[in-house]
């Protein structure tokens, strides 16, 4: 009957609310006991400059490795970091070795004319307003010159926030750094919006790029983001591009960066002599 159906329904929702609870709960004693132990690690992927036609910069990711469970993705652990508050501690960390990584000299040696090192910042960061001075003296302290590092900061981070946004970014670039939208083409900001952000980088979502030589609609997406991009003077980073078709027609439209597994998955800093080896053959075997 009626009554007992409902009772059924309501059982199977309380189930899915403890068990969503108990993956959240698991996650935060996770992450509480990673940062304790140090298993937050950084792993870069390489973007590439399809001009020159090698790695001309890396994006840092952060990973927890777990000694028995393997590695755990951000996808699980940032959205619980940030609903914690523990996402300063874990943005501490991240920056304190993505700032070492920028001086790191085995890098320095891989890259004679200098690289580039994204970093990404979280929306809860942007009500941080002392953050980009604290960043500056980070890479002061190390040496680091700050045009070399850039911060990424998402589409919908940034639109629940603009004005907060706004004052972070002027202050970032004030101070010398590079500010990159992040996953652009997800959120909902219009397009008129971009001329009002002061940015240096748009990176376009792997949303637009994959199935690119199959959907027109989404190359005539990329082109006109591309196009518009141009007459902003922005640099563009496309990123998700898995496969060799994807990248012919990111190429033909004119795509100044890349990023995406074709190229690399992100890797730690010692597989990266390999990964320029294996780029610089991809563009020698196209030509
Ligand atoms: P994101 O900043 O947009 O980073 C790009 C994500 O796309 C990375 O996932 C990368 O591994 C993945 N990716 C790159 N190329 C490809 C491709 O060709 N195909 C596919 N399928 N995926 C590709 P990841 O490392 O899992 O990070 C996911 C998100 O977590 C990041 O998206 C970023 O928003 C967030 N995140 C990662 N590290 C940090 C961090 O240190 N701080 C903060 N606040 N967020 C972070
Ligand atoms: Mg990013
Ligand atoms: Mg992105
Ligand atoms: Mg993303």
Same mark, same amino acid.
């Given at each position: 009957?009626?009554? !007992?159906?409902?009772? !059924?329904?309501?059982?199977?929702?309380?189930?899915?609310?403890?068990?969503s609870?108990?993956e959240?709960?698991?996650?935060?004693?996770?992450?509480?006991?990673? =940062?304790?132990?140090?298993?937050?690690?950084?792993?870069?992927?390489?973007?590439?400059?399809?001009?020159?036609?090698?790695?001309?910069?890396?994006?840092?990711?952060?990973?927890?490795?777990?000694?028995?469970?393997?590695?755990?993705?951000?996808?699980?652990?940032?959205?619980?970091a940030?609903?914690?508050? =523990?996402?300063?501690?874990?943005?501490?960390?991240?920056?304190?070795?993505?700032?070492?990584?920028?001086a790191?000299?085995?890098?320095?040696?891989? &890259?004679?004319?200098?690289? !580039?090192l994204?970093?990404?910042? /979280?929306?809860?960061?942007?009500?941080?307003?002392?953050?980009?001075d604290?960043?500056?003296?980070? =890479?002061?302290?190390?040496?680091?010159?700050? !045009?070399?590092?850039?911060?990424?900061?998402t589409?919908?981070?940034?639109?629940?926030?603009?004005? /907060?946004?706004?004052?972070?970014?002027?202050? =970032?670039?004030?101070?010398?750094?590079?500010?990159?939208?992040?996953?652009f083409?997800?959120?909902?900001?219009?397009?008129?919006?971009?001329?009002?952000?002061?940015?240096?980088?748009?990176?376009?979502?792997?949303?637009?790029? /994959?199935?690119?030589?199959? &959907?027109?609609?989404?190359?005539?997406?990329?082109?006109?983001?591309?196009?518009?991009?141009?007459?902003?003077?922005?640099?563009?980073?496309?990123?998700?591009?898995?496969?060799?078709?994807?990248?012919?027609?990111?190429?033909?439209?004119?795509?100044?960066?890349g990023?995406?597994f074709?190229?690399?998955?992100?890797v730690?800093? &010692?597989?990266?002599?390999?990964? &320029?080896?294996?780029?610089?053959?991809?563009?020698?075997?196209?030509?």
């Amino acid at each position: 009957d009626m009554r !007992s159906h409902q009772g !059924s329904d309501y059982r199977l929702f309380e189930d899915c609310m403890r068990a969503s609870s108990l993956e959240r709960m698991d996650t935060e004693q996770l992450l509480r006991m990673a =940062l304790r132990q140090n298993w937050v690690k950084v792993k870069l992927q390489p973007i590439v400059d399809f001009e020159r036609g090698e790695v001309s910069g890396y994006e840092a990711l952060a990973r927890i490795e777990h000694p028995t469970k393997g590695t755990i993705s951000p996808g699980r652990f940032i959205p619980v970091a940030e609903e914690t508050g =523990l996402i300063r501690q874990l943005s501490d960390v991240v920056m304190a070795q993505a700032v070492a990584l920028a001086a790191d000299e085995g890098l320095k040696a891989l &890259h004679p004319t200098g690289f !580039s090192l994204g970093v990404n910042l /979280s929306a809860l960061q942007l009500h941080d307003p002392a953050l980009p001075d604290r960043i500056a003296a980070l =890479l002061e302290r190390e040496g680091v010159e700050p !045009s070399c590092f850039k911060l990424e900061l998402t589409e919908s981070a940034v639109m629940a926030d603009p004005k /907060s946004a706004i004052d972070i970014i002027t202050r =970032l670039r004030q101070l010398g750094m590079k500010v990159a939208l992040d996953d652009f083409g997800t959120g909902y900001s219009s397009l008129a919006y971009l001329r009002q952000l002061p940015l240096d980088i748009l990176k376009v979502d792997r949303s637009l790029v /994959s199935g690119l030589d199959s &959907h027109p609609d989404k190359y005539a997406i990329l082109e006109m983001v591309l196009n518009l991009s141009a007459k902003l003077g922005l640099k563009v980073i496309v990123e998700g591009i898995e496969t060799q078709e994807e990248f012919l027609q990111v190429l033909s439209l004119g795509g100044g960066f890349g990023q995406g597994f074709l190229f690399s998955k992100p890797v730690a800093p &010692h597989e990266l002599p390999e990964v &320029h080896q294996r780029v610089k053959a991809l563009f020698a075997s196209m030509r």
